[in-house]
């Protein structure tokens, strides 16, 4: 129940990025998220977050992220989920790999906490 | 209570690192851990950790990891932490960004999940 409501949030998400509707991309973190991108500071807030995905789209180009999960174990109002997703960049696609925290709030499971970093080379 | 359980756990981490004890250093994970380097594949179970870390410690020359906790929540038999690392490294520190899932077990809070990637550069 709960893993298939994650696993359409995060269907929304990837449909969000082929829209670049970064409202929407933002829309699926929680008011007090943590990103941690690579290679950059922590980012913390829905707000902060959307302006984050605003220059990945501009700045390094993506144009799709596909998610696949490898890992999704469930314990009540939180999950934690290890997946890989792969961006189609410019110079084509990059895999990275990934642990998202996931919370239930409102009856809606949201991107809590969320962490990626570069695959196998 | 279990903040500061888990607070000691890292701090038997740096220790067992600097006095370079692989087994003591894996022993802070659970048997079925995942762990994600950065330009790696994922890593699973707790004595391909221990092989991680050997790697890390060897081609890398990590000497030291001095780990800050910057928000850590309790769920249960579950945690979450977000953090920051410095590893002393032969050419100067380098700090990473980390989430890590904790999981209590037989009474041992234990690192389930864990991944890390570069601070800003």
Do not use: C
Not at 35 to 44: C, E, K
């Amino acid at each position: 129940m709960s893993q298939a409501e994650i696993s359409a949030v995060n269907r929304i998400f990837e449909d969000a990025v082929r829209r670049r509707d970064l409202e929407r991309m933002a829309s699926v973190y929680t008011a007090d998220a943590i990103a941690l991108p690579p290679g950059g500071p922590i980012v913390q807030g829905r707000e902060n977050i959307k302006r984050l995905w605003g220059s990945a789209l501009e700045e390094m180009g993506v144009k799709s992220v596909k998610i696949e999960t490898v890992d999704l174990q469930l314990a009540g109002d939180l999950a934690y989920e290890v997946g890989r997703a792969t961006l189609a960049l410019p110079a084509g696609p990059a895999i990275v790999k990934f642990v998202v925290v996931w919370k239930k709030e409102d009856a809606q499971w949201r991107v809590h906490r969320d962490i990626w970093n570069a695959d196998a080379s």
